[in-house]
């Protein structure tokens, strides 16, 4: 069972027997438009929830096709496993911010995005944890846009505006558990706000909020903006996305540079075109059990 | 611990042909551009023809049992190997080279020689030769780009090669033959003065030269020795002369005697007593036989002669002449008689024995006054008699040697050294170089490689991440996983697509160099104008 089904099956429960989601953006507006009451995790109420259409998201590459969900779940499901227990885990395992993920990359292009989205889905369907997507790739809001949002109030917006309370920006998906903070209007000082004092509080903010809620900042390129610096100081965890057989290595090493002041950095390697179907197995099998083992009421 | 590094050494393969496949198309490029430059070099590169001769040569033939002897016999290996350097020497290449045009482009001296260089390195002559055998196959190869060029010159050593093993053994016994020939005219003038001065010599000392009696003082020993026996002989047959004479007398003395002292004849007695007996006989023969009977008219006969004989005893006695009846019995007795023959044979003995000694007594004489001149004549007679037997053994010799050198060279060409071409020169059509398939597939595989090593050499200057591990060792930082690369249904299909262009374009790479393979010798007849 791929992570966006299940997602999508708790979206429908949470709607009880609801309509299917229907694809195209004004029918997902509309149908989150007709059920302004569904039950949120912690966004504002009075923004209607994002439907998430998997046929588009798939057409825009941003979740894998039907034949590789299964796989990319179990994948991503390892990945994020480390994740948590550095963001909620118990005594030592713990890490000063840990809830605050900062997912960067060297490049543009190396599934920054796609990873964000995929790893959000797959921390959403954790009972015990909400997840914050939040679109920080200010020059290049891929989510925003895919979601609709694009200037739409957003992370910039409540940059510049001191007023502004961050929780009117975010906006609560179909999936309970899933909320999103679009990119916001773009303008030129956009660096600037992402690098500025308000930001770091900012992200301090939304993850003081809820003690079991992780945040995901989808950020730009780390050789080719410098907001990411700013955002790496409130970031508790830096997870840096490698594109397989593509990012060179020394580019990737000046990206590290950056970051080496972090104590925090992991990698992931995506797009790996190895087959290590064997490898796949075995781990892909003992995930299952284990994860049916534990979270037998999500079925 | 064995199985994890041996499985991060294949992880590390595997990863390194991902890196290299990220350049396929580089490397494609790479062996689509180098392929036909080594093409083209392959085909500029001339064809090079190999013809070649085999040459059976057995000395073991029936005369060589008849030549074992002779100086001409020599070791098999020593004498190919004389010819092999013979024909590798310059004069011989040299000669070789002008008879098949090699030399035409060749005018100074550096570039005739660098041809005869060229010439020696592209023969190959080589022979089973066993160490005791004498026989041997002889393999004459060369190698030229000009297939007819080829033939020529292996013909060419070819015939050089059997001239040089007949002529060369010719030439040595004809030299032999030539100074035996010298010799002998030399000695045979020698020997001819020698028999003329012996000869001469002869008959100046006629007489003196020792016979078949020795020399001068044998001769005259003997010649002392035989007079001392004649005379000896002489005094023995005087003294048995003397004995018969006496013997005669004493005979006549004997018979006179009792004629003067009786009436009584003896003689008559004896004739009366024989005449009775014969008278006796014939009567007792009478009694058996006829008067016609052999023996009976035999007896009558004697009878009558002894009868004859009694009365012309009686007559004598009547008459009173003793002595002749005397005489008359004397010489009808035989002993008698016999004593006369010894008698008178013993007279010519003696004549010729004495006359005997007068010859020797002359012989000594003259043997005695040449005393002095004698040995001279001798001595000189002994050294000319050694000079010419000396001589005449050489020149014997000489002869003997010289027939034999003849039989010998008979031998020779009649094959003590026989050849057999078993392989006239021949060469293949098909050039033996340079190997142009085999040149051509590796050319291919050569421009493949050099392609996938321009994709390593790229990948090492610009390496990418393949594995979480390699991913983790080179940055040092925790990698929490990987994620599969996740396609489109579109990309993957432009993926596909990419890839069968991938495969076509090697393909069509390697199809292009089968084709030129197969096509290889239209291909070069093309080029082939340039060269020939």
């Given amino acids: ?299 | 611990m064995n199985a994890p590094s041996l499985q991060n050494t294949l992880e590390d393969f595997l990863d390194l042909l991902r890196g290299l496949w990220r350049f396929r198309w580089p490397a494609l490029i790479v062996a689509w551009c180098l392929a036909p430059l080594l093409w083209i070099g392959i085909f500029m590169i001339p064809n090079t023809y190999e013809s070649y001769a085999k040459v059976f040569v057995d000395t073991r033939t029936a005369l060589s049992e008849a030549t074992e002897g002779l100086s001409i016999a020599s070791p098999m290996d020593s004498e190919i190997e004389r010819v092999r350097d013979a024909l590798l020497g310059g004069p011989e290449l040299r000669k070789v080279a002008n008879d098949t045009g090699l030399m035409a482009g060749a005018l100074t001296g550096a570039q005739q020689q660098a041809v005869i260089a060229n010439l020696r390195k592209n023969i190959d002559i080589t022979g089973n030769l066993e160490p005791r055998s004498t026989m041997a196959l002889f393999t004459i190869t060369y190698r030229d780009p000009n297939r007819t060029r080829s033939l020529q010159v292996v013909d060419h050593l070819l015939n050089t090669f059997v001239e040089g093993t007949l002529g060369g053994k010719q030439q040595g016994s004809e030299e032999a033959e030539k100074f035996l020939t010298r010799q002998i005219a030399a000695y045979g003038e020698r020997l001819s003065t020698s028999e003329q001065r012996l000869a001469a010599f002869k008959k100046q000392n006629v007489g003196l030269l020792p016979g078949e009696q020795g020399d001068y003082f044998s001769h005259l020993q003997t010649s002392m020795s035989d007079l001392t026996k004649d005379k000896e002989r002489l005094s023995l047959e005087l003294r048995k002369r003397a004995v018969l004479s006496q013997q005669l007398h004493a005979g006549q003395q004997f018979t006179a005697g009792p004629g003067d002292s009786g009436t009584q004849n003896p003689a008559a007695l004896d004739t009366e007593g024989q005449i009775a007996q014969a008278q006796q006989k014939l009567n007792q023969l009478l009694l058996k036989f006829t008067n016609k009977y052999p023996d009976v008219m035999a007896l009558r006969q004697t009878l009558k002669q002894l009868k004859a004989r009694e009365a012309a005893q009686i007559a004598a006695a009547k008459r009173g002449d003793l002595g002749a009846a005397a005489q008359l019995s004397l010489t009808a007795n035989p002993v008698y008689q016999k004593l006369q023959e010894q008698y008178d044979a013993e007279g010519v003995t003696i004549a010729s024995i004495q006359q005997e000694i007068s010859d020797r007594e002359q012989e000594i004489a003259k043997l005695r006054s040449m005393i002095s001149t004698a040995p001279e004549v001798q001595a000189q007679y002994a050294k000319l008699t050694r000079d010419y037997n000396v001589t005449r053994t050489q020149y014997d010799a000489l002869l003997g040697r010289l027939d034999r050198a003849r039989l010998g060279q008979q031998a020779a060409t009649t094959g003590v050294v026989k050849f057999q071409v078993i392989d006239p020169p021949t060469a293949e059509f098909a050039p033996v170089a340079p190997r142009r398939a085999l040149l051509i597939l590796g050319a291919l595989i050569l421009s493949f490689a050099v392609g996938g090593g321009v994709a390593y050499l790229m990948q090492l200057l610009r390496p990418v991440f393949v594995s979480q591990r390699q991913l983790g060792a080179v940055t040092g930082l925790p990698v929490l996983g990987s994620v599969s690369m996740a396609w489109l249904d579109e990309r993957r299909s432009v993926l596909r697509s990419e890839r069968r262009r991938y495969l076509w374009a090697m393909a069509g790479l390697a199809v292009l160099g089968l084709g030129i393979l197969v096509l290889q010798a239209h291909i070069y007849s093309l080029f082939g104008g340039v060269h020939a």
């Fill in chain 1, 1 to 299: 069972m791929s992570v966006v089904e299940k997602a999508l099956r708790k979206a429908r429960e949470a709607k009880q027997g609801g309509a299917e989601p229907v694809a195209g953006e004004a029918a997902a507006q509309a149908d989150a438009n007709s059920r302004p009451s569904a039950p949120h995790a912690f966004a504002g109420a009075q923004s209607p929830p994002i439907v998430l259409d998997r046929a588009a998201l798939r057409a825009a590459g941003l979740l894998p096709p039907v034949a590789e969900e299964r796989r990319l779940s179990s994948q991503y499901r390892k990945i994020k496993r480390p994740l948590i227990a550095n963001a909620i885990g118990r005594g030592a395992d713990r890490l000063p911010n840990g809830y605050l993920i900062m997912l960067a990359s060297a490049m543009p292009g190396e599934g920054k995005t796609f990873t964000a989205l995929n790893l959000a889905l797959s921390i959403a369907t954790e009972k015990d944890f909400s997840v914050l997507l939040v679109d920080a790739d200010v020059a290049k809001p891929q989510l925003s846009r895919i979601f609709g949002l694009e200037g739409e109030q957003g992370l910039l917006d409540v940059l510049r505006d001191p007023q502004l309370d961050v929780d009117s920006a975010i906006r609560p998906t179909d999936i309970p558990t899933l909320s999103f903070l679009p990119a916001g209007k773009s303008s030129a000082d956009a660096t600037e706000l992402l690098a500025s004092k308000r930001m770091e509080e900012l992200a301090q903010r939304l993850g003081e909020r809820d003690s079991h809620r992780i945040v995901l900042f989808d950020t730009p390129p780390l050789i080719q903006t410098t907001e990411s610096p700013a955002l790496m100081h409130v970031a508790g965890q830096v997870l840096v996305v490698v594109r397989a057989e593509s990012t060179p290595q020394p580019v990737l090493l000046d990206a590290l540079e950056t970051l080496q002041e972090h104590p925090a950095v992991s990698l992931v390697l995506n797009q790996s075109m190895r087959s290590d179907t064997a490898a796949y197995y075995y781990y892909g099998y003992g995930e299952e059990r284990s994860d049916r083992s534990t979270a037998p009421p999500s079925e």
